[in-house]
Structure formats: structure tokens, C-alpha cells
């Protein structure tokens, strides 16, 4: 009962701190927000929420953000909750510049929900020289060349997959495609990074990180609110908020304490095979596990350990969305699909996947670039500046006082968002028909008429810079062996009631049906 008495005076404390937020902002109105005050923008229905319900409660994500962007262009100001100026950002030299420059950082509410999901010392949750000596260690694994270790496990996820679809889809029938691939997806990463197989994780480990996925995009007015103040928050704040006993706090709690024993039992076993010169698998936890010239492990167990739910989710989670989008546009346009389909009969040829020339094969790599192009993982990412500085833009914009400017001063705290979805639709760099499917426009060489961004075919999906997704070129083998299992086997139509599918996410972006879960329903056939 003490506790319980003890808990409730924190959240009473808690309660008066968001109050007193609350009546501090009113009265004192954030600085930065009049550096940014006379770009244009759409009107605001709302003091309280401003344009954040519009932006991440539409029925279809992009629903209002990608008219903005016709209205407004590639740089412009939407109201925040309270009053708040932010700017939204889809020029590719603006895009650039915050990527690479480093004065810009992950908001403190997204930061530190962050850390309730993740182990506070993984990757995604440090910065400056600890992020850099992380990734140092991590990208030899996914190089050009530390990804070929990876094909054959990749290769067996996909292979797999078949008897999976059969026993789902004997001769024809609607199969919820979204588990099915991410189930596939699920057991390509948890061989390649952890080296076993998803089923070697627990069925508690599996359901949990299929919930968590759930959790992910899960938006509705009360988590707007909380990620506005949150903003606001000091740390010891969200140091009680990790501890608060709602049902989804817990489930995030034990999700990352399990992935944390999996991960600490994982590479003591690959330690213990190191040490006695026993050969070690091509797995990312085994070559991490390998001593190095000196002797010495380059992580310690700990820090390994700690990067198990992050390396399995992020894996996990952005490549089933692509594949199952990528099944419901072969749905909808048939005669590419039929024209996909001769290519991977023509390449293949019936010889293991891991001899397929994936780079001659001009269909299927046109395919995915435009798969990630209109249906990007990530589709906007919150930033807040660390210091003043000015943003180059790409082209001049006329302030609402008739100023023609081409940069805009930011200052310290002001929130940025990098709209991947919509620079990715910008008919000013993709040209009039930037919101259609063509995969053609790659083979065509018209598709894309702005300044280099990203690892991979001038798409932000992946980010660039040093926020470059660590795992690009393992999803991009991934998809192009799952597309070649499944196209070259199987058709893909809608069943009988048609397309009720859309995308929908505030951030992350994935395919749900007319009853808002995730899935892709489609009519699959078996051809071969």
C-alpha cells in the first residue's frame, strides 16, 4: 500500500511539472520560434495541437503533408502543439545539410522514449565519439564486402519461404502477406546478425518483438501531447515515466531486459568458441566475438549484448514493410509484374539464389528503387538544432513579408522535420508524375533531377551522412532474393473485395487493412 501511496504522489509531482510546462510556455514563447516564423505554411485549426493531428493522424499517411508540399514547396512552417513553429524540409541541399552537419540531434522526446526500447549504450542512443567508435566496429559487417557472408543465410530465409507460401497458398487462395514476410525477414536478420534461428529465440522473444512492432506505429492525440512536452521534460522526468506500470511500458521493459539475456547467453557461447579455436560462423555477433591483432575482444560482452533488440527490430521491421508494399504494387499493376517475372525466369534459370547475377537484372533493381522511393520506411524525421546555425537551400522561398531568402536562420532548439516521404514525391526533382508507380523512370535515366542524397540512388530512404542506415545493403540483397523467390513462383492479385490496404505511420510507415492493422491481403497463385 506504501508504494502504492508513494507512486501516486511521484505522478502527482509529475502531473504539477507538466502543469507548470504548460503555463511556462504560454508565457514565455520560445525564442527560436520566430526564425522561423515568417516562412509560409498552412493555417493551424488548432492552438493545441496546431497542424500535429493533420500531420500524424491522416487516414493515409501523406494525406496532408504531401498537399502541403504542392502548395507550399520543399521548405516550409507547420504549428506545432501550443504554438510551437516547425519547419518541414524536403530540399534535397537543406536534407543534406542537416544530415551531415552535426548540429542537429534526435529530439529529446524521441531520444529517450528511445532508450525505454533500446539498451542505453547501442548505437542508436549515443552520439559524437562513442557513436563513431560504435559504428567503426559495426561497419566492416555490413560493407560491400562483409554482406557476401551474409547470402547464404539470406538465401535459406528466402528458400524457406516457398514452403512457408505453400502450405499457406495451395493452389489459390488470399494470404495476409504482412507475417508471412515478416517471419521470413525476422528469421534472415536473426541469422546473419545473432547467427540461430528466430525459433532458437523463445516464442516469448518472437511475440514480443511483434508487439513491439505494433507499438511503433501507434498514434493518437494523448502520444502527440506527450511528445510535445516531452520536449520539455528534464531527464529525471522520463526517469519515472520508464518506471510507470501501463501494460505497454511493461511490455517494452521486458522486451529489452529478454533481448539483453538472449544477447549476453549468445555471445558468451561464440566467446567461449573464439577463445578455443573452434570455426566461427559469418555472423555479425561471431566476427564481433573474434579477438582481434592484440588479442583483445574490440566490444566488450556487455556492449555486444546490448545491441541484440536494436540490430534484430531495425532488420526486421523496415524490410518486411518494403517487400509486402512492393507485393501490393505487382498487384496493382499486373503487366510489370508479368514483365518481372520473365526477367527472373531469364536470370535464374533454376540455380541457387546465391549465384544469381542480382546486379544484371535491370527490372528488379528499377523495382526496388521505386518501392523504396514511394514507400520509404521512415517517412519523417524529427531533428532539433544543437546550436544557431543558417540552412542552405536549394532554391530561394519568399518569406510571408515578401523577403526572398536562399537560407534560413535556425537557432538552438528549433525542431526540423526531414520529410523522406514527401522529398521523395517532390514533382520539382522526380518530375509530373513523381506520386505514380513507374519503375521505368530508372531505366529511363529521367528519374531524378536534384543534388546526390543517400547511399542509394539519390533516396533519403536509408538517411545519409553519418545517420546513414547501418544495414542498407543487407536490405537490398534481402529484397532482391525474396523478390526473385516470390515473383518467379507466384502471382499476386486482390481478392475479391479488392485493394483495402494504405500506408499509415507518423514515422514509421507500413501497410494496414480497412480495420487498422498491419497486413497486405492478397490472392496468390502458384505458377511454377
Known amino acids: 500500500m506504501e508504494n502504492v501511496q508513494n507512486l501516486g504522489l511521484v505522478l502527482q509531482a509529475v502531473a504539477a511539472a507538466v502543469v507548470a510546462l504548460i503555463i511556462w510556455h504560454i508565457l514565455h514563447r520560445r525564442r527560436n520560434s520566430s526564425s522561423v516564423r515568417n516562412i509560409p505554411g498552412p493555417p493551424s485549426p488548432s492552438w493545441l495541437f496546431g497542424n ?13 503533408e504531401f498537399q502541403w508540399q504542392k502548395l507550399y514547396g520543399t521548405v516550409y512552417r507547420i504549428k506545432g502543439c501550443c504554438g510551437e513553429d516547425r519547419l518541414m ?55 560491400a564486402a562483409g554482406i557476401r557472408a551474409f547470402h547464404p543465410m539470406m538465401a535459406k530465409a528466402a528458400e524457406e519461404l516457398t514452403n512457408v507460401m505453400d502450405s499457406h497458398a495451395a493452389g489459390s487462395k488470399t494470404v495476409n502477406m504482412w507475417p508471412v514476410l515478416a ?16 525459433a532458437d529465440l523463445g516464442e516469448e522473444f518472437v511475440g514480443l518483438v511483434t508487439r513491439v512492432v505494433a507499438l511503433v506505429i501507434q498514434v493518437n492525440k494523448t502520444s502527440i501531447l506527450i511528445e510535445f512536452f516531452g520536449n520539455q521534460f528534464p531527464e529525471w522526468i522520463w526517469d519515472i515515466i520508464a518506471l510507470v506500470p501501463t501494460q505497454t511500458l511493461k511490455e517494452l521493459r521486458k522486451g529489452k531486459e529478454l533481448a539483453k539475456r538472449i544477447g549476453v547467453r549468445l555471445v558468451r557461447e561464440k566467446v567461449a568458441a573464439a577463445k578455443l579455436g573452434l570455426e566461427m560462423d559469418g555472423d555479425v555477433f561471431s566476427q564481433l566475438a573474434k579477438p582481434n591483432h592484440s588479442g583483445k575482444v574490440r566490444l566488450t560482452e556487455e556492449e ?66 521505386e518501392i523504396l522511393r514511394l514507400h520509404p520506411g521512415l517517412g519523417l524525421e524529427d531533428l532539433m538544432a544543437t546550436e544557431d546555425t543558417v540552412l542552405p537551400l536549394r532554391k530561394s522561398i ?8 536562399s537560407q534560413i536562420p535556425i537557432q538552438k532548439g528549433q525542431i526540423v522535420g526531414l520529410a523522406i516521404a514527401s522529398s521523395q514525391r517532390a514533382e520539382s526533382l522526380w518530375g509530373p508524375d513523381a506520386d505514380k508507380f513507374n519503375p521505368y523512370r530508372w531505366i529511363q535515366g529521367n528519374n531524378y533531377q536534384g543534388e546526390a542524397i543517400g547511399p542509394y540512388a539519390n533516396l533519403s530512404s536509408f538517411l545519409g551522412g553519418p545517420r546513414t542506415c547501418l544495414g542498407w545493403r543487407f536490405a537490398l540483397v534481402e529484397m532482391q532474393m525474396f523478390l526473385c523467390e516470390l515473383v518467379g513462383k507466384y502471382s499476386f492479385s486482390f481478392p475479391g473485395e479488392g485493394d483495402s490496404t494504405r500506408a499509415a505511420g507518423a514515422h514509421m510507415v507500413a501497410p494496414v487493412t480497412s480495420d487498422g492493422q498491419r497486413g497486405a491481403p492478397l490472392r496468390v497463385t502458384r505458377i511454377v
Not at 183 to 198: D, F, H, P, Q, Y
Not at 316 to 321: I, P, R
Not at 398 to 405: A, K, N, W, Y
Open 52 to 64: 500535429m493531428v493533420q500531420l500524424r493522424l491522416p487516414n493515409e499517411y501523406g494525406d496532408c
Open 398 to 405: 519568399i518569406t510571408l513579408s515578401g523577403e526572398c531568402i
Open 89 to 143: 524540409v524536403s530540399d534535397p541541399v537543406a536534407m543534406n545539410f542537416i544530415l551531415n552537419a552535426k548540429k542537429f540531434e534526435q529530439t529529446p522526446a524521441y531520444a529517450r522514449s528511445r532508450r525505454i526500447l533500446f539498451d542505453k549504450t547501442c548505437l542508436f542512443n549515443v552520439t559524437g565519439q562513442e557513436h563513431a567508435r560504435l559504428r567503426a566496429v559495426f561497419n566492416p559487417s555490413f560493407s
Open 304 to 369: 555486444v549484448a546490448a545491441h541484440t533488440s536494436l540490430l534484430v527490430l531495425a532488420g526486421y521491421e523496415t524490410s518486411s514493410n518494403a517487400l509486402a508494399f512492393g507485393l501490393l504494387e505487382l498487384a496493382r499493376n499486373p503487366a510489370f509484374q508479368d514483365a518481372l517475372r520473365r526477367e527472373i525466369h531469364g536470370a535464374c534459370g533454376g540455380m541457387a539464389l546465391t549465384d544469381v547475377g542480382f546486379n544484371d537484372m535491370p527490372l528488379l533493381n528499377a523495382f526496388i528503387k
Open 183 to 198: 517471419n521470413a525477414t525476422l528469421s534472415a536478420i536473426t541469422r546473419a546478425v545473432l547467427g540461430c534461428e528466430s
